[in-house]
């Protein structure tokens, strides 16, 4: 696979190979080794791990929150291929995992070992022998970015060792990660000041869970080289089927350092936490059912634009419908989170709500996604307003949206987006997921007044060859020029194109 972001050269400079990131991997699955061992993955090239609640390792894709209710607030366990266009958060090399089974008790008792190693090249900021800053972005459009590309390497081995018998599971996790330069931040911004440093990290941790009929608990806690500790535990109750509670609590030392891993949080590093989450899912009638999640976090030092101790509460509600061909939800959400106040000589409250209404008819339910079937639709309605508030300053936004999808022929799609959004500025800009390429995500952020349409198609040329053309524009209609610096377009319109062949072999 290869990828290249706008302003990217292409079979020139510095990408005299063709795209800027290309991703490559070769897996093997579910192989017998002998009578109680099996090879159970085996992953040679770009790939991403995730063993316990990610407090360890785990560089797999996350959409937040809200989506880890559903999932039991669980991290994907062992490896999967590397298959995004996202040029970071990956590692190259190789993964296995082998089976080892019990006797006679193959269904309830097993073994697993996992073994990880991976080198790989990253981009960063270097100046001499040190590094200042490591960058995920992906971008390389301009001289200094190119010069930032590959310029430090980075070595990671690994491995987890997993026991679980019947509904008992324990784990322990061990990473080392070694940089060919030190890391050497510029902290003297305080929100800085625990950032990761030097040029080796450990971590250790141990996962364990019980999965119970009606109680569910599971939890990881883990160190760090400087015997900092972090850990989240959480427990779902489960009275009747259709009724469950969660509780989730993580602490995170505030000089607790971990280079690739991702877990329930609400900063982007594993650092410097003390939160309790509480969740709610119900299943009302066969057609409807209800989700809300509190959640309430602390943290003793300052952080990007806030200089003092601070805290965040959250609460989110999800009303959801449905009977035969149509679906209706309604969620509401509203955070608040202290910050600097404009002479940052004490914290204020910023407020962000939103809510999103959204309606959803599909006719041959199981035809867009099945080539045995020669028609399917789908329409979707969304209505989505924001609101923002910080120190007496007041954005509002609001976006409609309209997304359907069409399945002529067995061998052809079509889905076609058309939006209009409003807002008043940057703070009230409004998100909005748009059917992207495969392995990419795309979701929009969109703000001030203007249009968005967008048209794809998918063919399924052969069994093991399909292609996908996505054309999308966006026009403005409060602004002359689009972006800033190199990025800038003297246009009001904005048109972007994506191609993508794929062959499976």
């Given at each position: 696979m290869g990828a290249n972001d706008s302003g990217e050269q292409f079979f020139a400079g510095r990408n005299g190979a063709g795209f800027d990131f290309y991703s490559f991997y070769a897996q093997l699955k579910n192989r017998p080794l002998g009578k109680r061992l099996t090879l159970g993955n085996l992953v040679v090239g770009r790939y991403r791990a995730g063993f316990?609640?990610?407090?360890?390792?785990?560089?797999?894709?996350?959409?937040?929150?809200?989506?880890?209710?559903?999932?039991?607030?669980r991290v994907p366990n062992g490896f999967r291929p590397h298959s995004s266009t996202s040029d970071g958060n990956y590692f190259q090399g190789l993964a296995a995992t082998f089976n080892i089974n019990h006797g006679?008790?193959?269904?309830?008792?097993?073994?697993?070992?996992?073994?990880?190693?991976?080198?790989?090249?990253?981009?960063?900021?270097?100046?001499?022998?040190?590094?200042?800053?490591?960058?995920?972005?992906?971008?390389?459009?301009?001289?200094?970015?190119?010069?930032?590309?590959?310029?430090?390497?980075?070595?990671?081995?690994?491995?987890?060792?997993?026991?679980?018998?019947?509904?008992?599971?324990?784990?322990?996790?061990?990473?080392?990660?070694?940089?060919?330069?030190?890391?050497?931040?510029?902290?003297?911004?305080?929100?800085?000041?625990?950032?990761?440093?030097?040029?080796?990290?450990?971590?250790?941790?141990?996962?364990?869970?019980?999965?119970?009929?009606?109680?569910?608990?599971?939890?990881?806690?883990?160190?760090?080289?400087?015997?900092?500790?972090?850990?989240?535990?959480?427990?779902?109750?489960?009275?009747?089927?259709?009724?469950?509670?969660?509780?989730?609590?993580?602490?995170?030392?505030?000089?607790?350092?971990?280079?690739?891993?991702?877990?329930?949080?609400?900063?982007?590093?594993?650092?410097?936490?003390?939160?309790?989450?509480?969740?709610?899912?119900?299943?009302?009638?066969?057609?409807?059912?209800?989700?809300?999640?509190?959640?309430?976090?602390?943290?003793?030092?300052?952080?990007?634009?806030?200089?003092?101790?601070?805290?965040?509460?959250?609460?989110?509600?999800?009303?959801?419908?449905?009977k035969g061909e149509w679906a209706v939800s309604l969620r509401g959400r509203l955070k608040k989170r202290e910050y600097d106040n404009s002479e940052k000589t004490a914290l204020v409250w910023k407020n962000t709500a939103s809510v999103r209404l959204q309606g959803e008819f599909i006719a041959g339910k199981d035809s867009l996604n099945r080539t045995d079937r020669l028609m399917g639709l789908r329409t979707r309605l969304?209505?989505?307003?924001?609101?923002?508030?910080?120190?007496?300053?007041?954005?509002?936004?609001?976006?409609?949206?309209?997304?359907?999808?069409?399945?002529?022929?067995?061998?052809?799609?079509?889905?076609?987006?058309?939006?209009?959004?409003?807002?008043?500025?940057?703070?009230?800009?409004?998100?909005?997921?748009?059917r992207g390429m495969s392995y990419n995500m795309a979701y929009l952020q969109l703000y001030g007044k203007g249009m968005r349409l967008a048209l794809s198609l998918q063919s399924q040329i052969t069994s093991k060859l399909s292609a996908t053309l996505k054309v999308g524009s966006t026009k403005y209609f409060d602004r002359e020029l689009i972006g800033t610096a190199l990025e800038e377009i003297q246009s009001s319109r904005k048109t972007d194109i994506d191609f993508q062949i794929k062959w499976r072999i």
């Open positions: 316990g609640m990610g407090l360890v390792v785990n560089n797999n894709f996350s959409l937040g929150k809200s989506t880890m209710m559903s999932a039991a607030i006679n008790a193959t269904k309830h008792c097993q073994t697993k070992i996992s073994l990880f190693s991976s080198i790989r090249k990253i981009h960063a900021t270097v100046t001499s022998d040190t590094i200042s800053t490591i960058i995920n972005s992906g971008y390389h459009r301009t001289e200094n970015e190119m010069r930032k590309k590959n310029a430090a390497s980075e070595t990671v081995i690994g491995a987890n060792l997993q026991f679980e018998y019947r509904k008992l599971s324990v784990g322990a996790t061990a990473t080392g990660t070694f940089l060919s330069k030190t890391l050497m931040p510029d902290k003297r911004q305080a929100f800085r000041r625990f950032y990761p440093e030097g040029r080796k990290f450990f971590n250790a941790g141990i996962n364990y869970a019980f999965n119970g009929y009606k109680l569910t608990f599971m939890g990881e806690t883990a160190i760090s080289d400087s015997l900092a500790v972090a850990t989240i535990n959480t427990l779902t109750y489960r009275p009747i089927y259709d009724f469950s509670l969660t509780l989730l609590h993580r602490y995170f030392s505030h000089n607790y350092t971990v280079m690739n891993a991702r877990t329930f949080s609400e900063n982007s590093l594993t650092q410097d936490e003390n939160g309790i989450f509480a969740g709610l899912n119900w299943s009302i009638t066969r057609t409807f059912s209800l989700n809300y999640y509190a959640d309430y976090a602390k943290f003793r030092y300052p952080k990007y634009q806030v200089s003092f101790p601070s805290q965040m509460i959250e609460n989110t509600l999800l009303a959801s419908w449905h969304t209505l989505q307003y924001s609101h923002y508030d910080k120190e007496g300053k007041h954005s509002n936004g609001f976006l409609a949206l309209v997304n359907g999808g069409f399945k002529p022929w067995k061998w052809l799609s079509l889905d076609i987006t058309a939006a209009y959004f409003n807002t008043d500025d940057y703070y009230s800009a409004i998100y909005a997921y748009e």
